[in-house]
């Protein structure tokens, strides 16, 4: 085996939250409410192409969360049968995949599509003496000769795009009416008609729009990447399309992460505060009230310095860069978690003050039924739609409060690409003649996507769990 796998913490906490996604989903469909609320939101179209744009950015950041350390070819003096020696640079499946993004740095920066260098340079004439000028760059558009238009090239190169796009989603089509035809012996025509129509129980239509769309996006940066830095290159001349897929996996990272760490401490706290009560739920409520009175700002800021500290001056901790990376990032993760659990809190509580008077539960605890029979089949069902709705909602802030810290200093290692630090670093370029405004609009365009996504298929979750909107209808 030619690399050597490496299981980051951050690599294990998202494959545990895909089972716990796994399991929460094997749960609802044998719910019949779950199952009944996930169909008022399939049958949205906006929800339902959110929810492939997001599975879009997920399976990015999947692959890029498969890590591993590639091995170092043998040097002249080894021998063939040799220990095998392995890099200590940790790379991603995402990274192997992108590899002439990653590998094809120019000196500094060029725009989208350009053939020359953003900035001029002197060099020497044949005829001697020396010139400023736009050099060539060493990979974008070096195919093209001299005189040949790069929109012509880019043309030609798109021509067979649509082909794939069109192959993946007919055959999505043709799953979508074998499940849409309502016997066996209904007619592949008339389930093809109302697919189009939209006039099936699953937006089955947005979807194969948005499939479309992403494939076909997909299909040409699979022919144009190679050859043309499709978004430019920022000042050390890295491709934005690259440094743009990489911080998809931070996002998702602190957005889920972050969530998985702090919905324990909301959920058994403010349970345990609404049904307890007594000094129980004074405690508790003193507890959160102490930390909504210090700005969240300043205590991120705290610990995050703290986490640095501790990280700098214990280096044999980690044995590569890209763990000391996790590491902050984790420790992020682990901040945003603790600072962030109080809202979600305070709604469990007063949602579980209201259940506890009902009659279900003083029949159960007249029965002589445990608290904690009670509080696992009585009060947890019945706030889990407030946990999925608080869930959906917190994602897109929290993803955008990486941003926010990341632009002040205070947020992932600079070693570590995220949207934050990509901001961060295009602030500066901002203030050059000519603007250098690719390197902002990318990470600003791909944040906005997945922030948009996360609200609107949000807002669908929350119409459908929530009783109170089912009751004003």
């Not at 996996?249 to 969530?259: A, D, Y």
Request: with cysteine; glycine share 6%; net charge positive.
């Amino acid at each position: 085996m030619n690399f050597q796998p490496v299981l980051l913490p951050t690599d294990l906490l998202i494959f545990l939250l895909m089972a716990c996604a796994a399991f929460f989903a094997f749960q609802a469909s044998r719910h019949a409410p779950s199952r009944e609320a996930w169909r008022r939101v399939g049958r949205q179209p906006v929800a339902m192409a959110s929810a492939v744009v997001l599975l879009v950015f997920a399976v990015i950041g999947f692959l890029d969360s498969l890590h591993y350390r590639p091995q170092l070819p043998p040097g002249q003096n080894e021998q063939a049968d040799a220990k095998a020696i392995y890099s200590s640079e940790v790379l991603s499946a995402l990274d192997a995949l992108l590899e002439p993004l990653r590998i094809q740095m120019e000196k500094t920066y060029s725009a989208p599509f350009a053939r020359n260098s953003f900035q001029r340079e002197t060099v020497e004439l044949p005829g001697g003496g020396q010139a400023r000028v736009y050099p060539r760059l060493g990979y974008g558009a070096r195919h093209l000769q001299e005189g040949e238009k790069a929109w012509r090239d880019i043309a030609r190169r798109l021509i067979w795009t649509p082909f794939p796009a069109l192959a993946i989603t007919g055959l999505l089509l043709i799953i979508a009416a074998a499940r849409a035809r309502r016997h066996p012996s209904a007619g592949w025509q008339d389930a093809l008609q109302r697919i189009l129509a939209g006039r099936t129980e699953f937006a089955w239509r947005s979807v194969l729009a948005v499939v479309f769309l992403a494939s076909l996006l997909i299909a040409a940066g699979v022919a144009l990447a190679p050859h043309y830095h499709m978004l430019g290159t920022d000042k050390v001349g890295q491709d934005v399309l690259y440094l743009s897929l990489k911080s998809i996996r931070t996002g998702l990272v602190i957005g889920t992460l972050t969530t998985l760490i702090m919905l324990p401490f909301a959920a058994a706290l403010g349970i345990a505060a609404g049904y307890l009560g007594g000094w129980v739920d004074d405690a508790i409520q003193y507890l959160y009230t102490v930390l909504n009175s210090i700005p969240s700002v300043l205590l991120i800021a705290a610990s995050v310095l703290m986490i640095q500290v501790a990280i700098d001056t214990h280096p044999q901790w980690f044995d590569t860069a890209a763990q000391r990376s996790d590491a902050r990032l984790l420790a992020l993760c682990v901040i945003l978690g603790m600072t962030s659990w109080t809202g979600l809190c305070r709604l469990l509580r007063g949602e579980t003050l209201k259940l506890r008077e009902l009659e279900y539960v003083q029949a159960a605890r007249s029965f002589g039924a445990s608290t904690a029979q009670i509080l696992r089949r009585h009060i947890l069902p019945n706030v889990m739609h407030i946990v999925l709705i608080t869930v959906a909602l917190d994602f897109s802030s929290l993803v955008l409060a990486e941003a926010v810290l990341s632009y002040v200093g205070i947020g992932v290692d600079p070693g570590t690409v995220s949207f934050g630090t990509m901001i961060n670093a295009a602030r500066a370029e901002l203030a050059r003649e000519p603007v250098v405004w690719w390197s902002l609009a990318a990470a600003f365009g791909f944040m906005l996507t997945m922030v948009l996504a996360a609200n609107l298929l949000a807002d669908a979750v929350r119409d459908a769990f929530d009783p109170r909107r089912q009751m004003a209808r």
